[in-house]
Nanobody, 124 residues
Framework: QVQLVESGGGLVQPGGSLRLSCAAS????????MGWYRQAPGKERELVAA???????NYADSVKGRFTISRDNGKNTVYMEMNSLKPEDTATYYC??????????????????WGQGTQVTVSS
């Protein structure tokens, strides 16, 4: 089967930096868009940043200029460099992979995948 595995969350002081990684595993043929969402307590999940297989990116206004998303198509991995972190960036961050085409036996299937979430806490 296919899955997403995230890493890189943690506790950081305001103004600090963190790098999140998310790797898709399995017999994957291709992935359309990959991205990061976040959810803070009591709030809805929101898109933080996304990147297509061709490298086009999209960012939430609140993180523009501070976060950078990138991906390695050969490794089916997406990264997000987070700089100048603020307390309001505190949330659980979830990786998403859209349009994942993969082999299951002799069948070619397509799924949307979510990671398990990684906690980012920005606090002094």
């Amino acid at each position: 089967q296919v899955q997403l595995v995230e890493s890189g969350g943690g506790l950081v002081q305001p103004g600090g930096s963190l790098r999140l990684s998310c790797a898709a595993s399995g017999s994957i043929l291709s992935i359309n868009a990959m991205g990061w969402y976040r959810q803070a307590p009591g709030k809805e999940r929101e898109l933080v940043a996304a990147i297509t297989s061709g490298g086009s990116t999209n960012y939430a206004d609140s993180v523009k200029g501070r976060f950078t998303i990138s991906r390695d198509n050969g490794k089916n991995t997406v990264y997000m460099e987070m700089n100048s972190l603020k307390p309001e960036d505190t949330a659980t961050y979830y990786c998403n992979a859209d349009g994942v085409k993969y082999w299951s036996g002799s069948y070619l299937l397509t799924r949307n995948l979510w990671g398990q979430g990684t906690q980012v806490t920005v606090s002094s």
